[in-house]
């Protein structure tokens, strides 16, 4: 059973003085093909969202309904992701972490706390890393679903250009159907080309 993530650490922060705490995720770092993509989220302290996971755990229904109330309820959204020319020249790592400080940049309000994922940004912020903070903190969490949907919803425009790779069904994770069309098809444009199994595909 997944965990419930609470607000644990935002009302510790809000105690301390913080007014504006923004959580961060990314979506989008084991696929094979296509973006990263990262969401930054600012939840209101006097209204609680219910029902927030980590994406992974949501059904599709789930998330986007979720996604909607996160949009509407929150102080402030915002996405930003980076293409898979990008992951290839800088690495999947950075390229993560770049759409995440992008996704920060583009809140509408600027946040005195960031808590994010797994790993710290280049910030002059405070800022607390959480390993998998999308399962014990709920900004992380809200932010992890708008990620998500956001990739999942890119993922599909590509599958309507690229119909026989499936994209719809896999969104671009190494799954034996994905597999499957790469060995009948190769990659196509937005195939990571630095991923150890495309590497391999193009050797040959």
């Known amino acids: 059973m997944p965990i419930c993530p609470s607000l644990k650490y935002e009302k510790n922060l809000w105690e301390k003085g ?33 029902k927030i996971r980590d994406s992974k755990y949501l059904s599709f229904q789930k998330r986007e309904t979720l996604y909607q109330k996160i949009k509407k309820e929150a102080l402030a959204v915002s ?26 940049k583009k809140l509408k309000i600027k946040p005195d706390f960031i808590l994010v994922d797994a790993w710290l940004l280049a910030f002059d912020l405070p800022q607390k890393a959480l390993i998998k903070g999308d ?14 949907v956001e990739r999942d919803r890119l993922m599909l425009f590509w599958h309507r250009k690229y119909p026989q790779y499936h994209f719809d069904q896999h969104k671009g994770y190494g799954t034996s159907l994905h597999q499957k069309m790469l060995k009948r098809y190769g990659p196509c444009v937005i195939h990571r080309r630095s991923f150890a199994p495309i590497k391999k595909l193009l050797s040959k």
């Open 79 to 104: 996405v930003a992701s980076v293409e898979v020319e990008e992951i290839d020249k800088i690495g999947i790592r950075r390229a993560s972490k770049k759409a995440m400080e992008l996704a920060v």
């Open 135 to 148: 399962q014990l903190c709920l900004s992380i969490a809200a932010a992890s679903i708008i990620a998500k």
């Open 18 to 50: 913080y007014k504006i705490i923004a959580g961060v995720d990314e979506s989008g770092c084991g696929p094979w093909a296509g973006p990263v993509v990262a969401a930054a989220v600012i939840l209101p302290p006097d209204k609680r969202i219910n």
